[in-house]
């Protein structure tokens, strides 16, 4: 692995001032993250810290040291107008159904904005944010990070090269992409959702699809294209809870997903099960989450597949979490193996080929790519539409397609729902 940054069409000039930053919500489990990263940003100057939580105030004097904190956005933008100050942009790391009020409250004051997947709780809400930031000329960009994470990095350009005519024989990409399958199933712990209510609150933007399946739903979006149809059934549940009532939330779900393309998907989503197969396991990019290696035989050999992390030997195989399969081979992510028939031709009574595609980027820096490209945008040295980031138009698809997930698991028959994007 090399430390060459990849998927940024322009990394940040130092030489030039540090885009001014506020962080709206610091202090949750997101906003700690975005707050240590913009710290440590050469390119960024943390000038405020938001949050409405009762021990914040104490917390901003730990976490950053200085910096002037708010209680709330409406305290922050007085102040700052007070003595001309106003952040030039903003991280919004709020639990979702604040995302869209904060927001809209920022852009009005003209701040550029990051805010934090999903886009909005609501498509609706969503789409009264992306026209209003396009009105006042503000930028705006949804935190969608794993575009930046280096495996779907090098996914995306094994896809970008399977597009040329596949060869019959020999070295070539997957072909045509005919499906896909997914799984993120992992065991969140009791205490996740007692620090934070609104995580089993539909009302609020809780919920499994709303939370984690947001972030598959744009990786594959990004890949593969458009969804444009779902169907959804209901996993077994966790908590005793009373079904009728409208604020409870799914705890999983197996779906499938029709892409523009003609393509096809199956997805297996639960936030309640024991499992290493979740892109956060899988990928090592969550420095709170351990990366999850599929044992070899002989567990005291060295081998290839072994990696460093903090200076440590991780053995094993890494797990897989997509196979993405084409007309003339098999993508699997993150363990990164490209399966062909390599010189034959296409046969199942032919030998496949298997191959290792490398990243080139360390695994744990998605949230770091992501700042120097919004700092770029902010600064106008990239435009919103180049690079990997997510725009607001697109994060308020992977909301469509989410709600389409939602009304389909609502459904008692396991309903078949178009996503509708207007
Ligand atoms: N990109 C990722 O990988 C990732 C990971 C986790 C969470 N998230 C997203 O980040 C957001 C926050 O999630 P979390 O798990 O950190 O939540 P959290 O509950 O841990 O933190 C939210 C924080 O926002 C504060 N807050 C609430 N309303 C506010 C307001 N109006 N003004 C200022 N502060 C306010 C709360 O006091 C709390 O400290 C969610 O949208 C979630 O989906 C993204």
Not at 149 to 170: D, F, H, M, Q, W
Not at 273 to 301: C, K, W, Y
Not at 367 to 390: K, M, N, S, W
């Given at each position: 692995?090399?430390?060459?940054?990849?998927?940024?069409?322009?990394?940040?000039?130092v030489?030039k001032?540090?885009?001014?930053?506020?962080i709206?919500?610091?202090?949750?489990?997101?906003?700690?993250?975005?707050?240590?990263?913009?710290?440590?940003?050469?390119?960024a100057?943390?000038?405020?810290?938001v949050?409405?939580?009762?021990?914040?105030?104490?917390l901003?004097?730990?976490?950053?040291?200085?910096v002037?904190?708010?209680?709330?956005?409406?305290?922050?933008?007085?102040?700052?107008?007070?003595?001309?100050?106003?952040?030039?942009?903003?991280?919004?790391c709020?639990?979702?159904?604040?995302?869209?009020?904060?927001?809209?409250?920022l852009?009005?004051?003209?701040?550029?904005?990051?805010?934090e997947?999903?886009?909005a709780?609501?498509?609706?809400?969503a789409?009264?944010?992306?026209?209003r930031?396009?009105?006042?000329?503000?930028?705006l960009?949804?935190?969608?990070?794993?575009?930046?994470?280096?495996?779907?990095?090098?996914?995306?350009?094994?896809?970008?090269?399977?597009?040329?005519?596949?060869?019959?024989?020999?070295?070539?990409?997957?072909g045509?992409?005919?499906?896909?399958?997914?799984?993120w199933?992992?065991?969140k712990?009791?205490?996740?959702?007692?620090?934070?209510a609104?995580?089993r609150?539909?009302k609020?933007?809780g919920?499994?699809?709303?939370?984690?399946?947001?972030?598959?739903?744009?990786?594959?979006?990004?890949?593969?294209g458009?969804?444009?149809?779902?169907?959804?059934?209901?996993?077994?549940?966790?908590?005793?809870?009373?079904?009728?009532?409208?604020d409870?939330?799914?705890?999983?779900?197996?779906?499938?997903?029709?892409?523009?393309?003609g393509?096809v998907?199956?997805?297996?989503?639960?936030?309640?099960?024991?499992?290493p197969?979740?892109?956060?396991?899988?990928?090592g990019?969550?420095?709170?989450?351990?990366?999850?290696?599929r044992?070899?035989?002989?567990l005291?050999?060295?081998?290839?597949?072994d990696?460093?992390?903090k200076?440590?030997?991780?053995?094993?195989?890494p797990?897989?979490?997509?196979?993405?399969f084409?007309?003339?081979g098999?993508l699997?992510?993150?363990?990164?193996t490209?399966?062909?028939?390599?010189?034959?031709?296409?046969?199942?009574?032919n030998?496949?080929?298997v191959?290792?595609i490398?990243?080139?980027?360390?695994?744990?820096?998605?949230?770091?790519?992501?700042?120097d490209?919004?700092i770029?945008?902010?600064?106008?040295?990239?435009?919103i539409?180049?690079?990997?980031?997510?725009?607001?138009?697109?994060?308020?698809?992977v909301?469509?397609?989410?709600e389409?997930?939602?009304?389909?698991?609502d459904d008692?028959?396991?309903?078949?729902?178009?996503?509708?994007?207007a």
């Amino acid at each position: 692995m090399s430390s060459t940054p990849i998927g940024l069409s322009s990394r940040t000039d130092v030489r030039k001032h540090p885009v001014s930053i506020a962080i709206i919500g610091f202090g949750g489990l997101i906003g700690r993250r975005h707050t240590a990263h913009v710290l440590s940003n050469a390119s960024a100057a943390l000038v405020a810290v938001v949050d409405g939580a009762p021990a914040a105030s104490e917390l901003a004097a730990e976490l950053a040291p200085g910096v002037p904190y708010y209680h709330s956005v409406t305290e922050m933008l007085s102040a700052c107008a007070a003595d001309n100050s106003t952040p030039e942009a903003a991280i919004v790391c709020t639990p979702n159904a604040y995302h869209v009020p904060v927001a809209l409250e920022l852009a009005e004051a003209g701040v550029h904005l990051l805010v934090e997947k999903p886009l909005a709780d609501t498509k609706a809400t969503a789409r009264k944010l992306v026209d209003r930031a396009r009105e006042l000329g503000v930028k705006l960009l949804v935190g969608h990070h794993r575009r930046f994470n280096p495996y779907v990095v090098a996914a995306r350009k094994v896809l970008e090269a399977s597009k040329a005519e596949p060869r019959e024989t020999g070295e070539s990409g997957i072909g045509t992409v005919t499906a896909v399958s997914g799984l993120w199933a992992a065991y969140k712990p009791d205490d996740y959702f007692a620090a934070g209510a609104w995580r089993r609150s539909r009302k609020m933007g809780g919920g499994s699809v709303m939370i984690n399946f947001v972030h598959e739903v744009d990786v594959l979006q990004y890949l593969l294209g458009p969804i444009v149809r779902v169907s959804a059934e209901k996993t077994l549940r966790r908590y005793d809870v009373e079904e009728t009532d409208s604020d409870v939330v799914e705890d999983g779900a197996a779906m499938t997903l029709r892409f523009a393309s003609g393509a096809v998907g199956s997805f297996v989503l639960g936030d309640g099960v024991v499992s290493p197969h979740f892109f956060e396991a899988g990928t090592g990019e969550n420095p709170m989450i351990p990366q999850a290696r599929r044992p070899r035989r002989h567990l005291d050999e060295s081998d290839e597949s072994d990696i460093q992390r903090k200076g440590q030997t991780v053995r094993g195989e890494p797990v897989d979490v997509y196979r993405i399969f084409g007309t003339h081979g098999t993508l699997s992510i993150p363990d990164m193996t490209l399966w062909t028939c390599g010189d034959k031709p296409r046969s199942w009574v032919n030998d496949i080929t298997v191959r290792r595609i490398e990243i080139d980027d360390d695994p744990s820096v998605p949230f770091e790519r992501q700042l120097d490209h919004f700092i770029a945008v902010v600064r106008g040295d990239t435009p919103i539409e180049e690079g990997p980031g997510c725009t607001g138009e697109e994060g308020l698809r992977v909301i469509a397609v989410c709600e389409a997930v939602i009304e389909a698991l609502d459904d008692a028959h396991g309903g078949r729902v178009g996503v509708d994007t207007a």
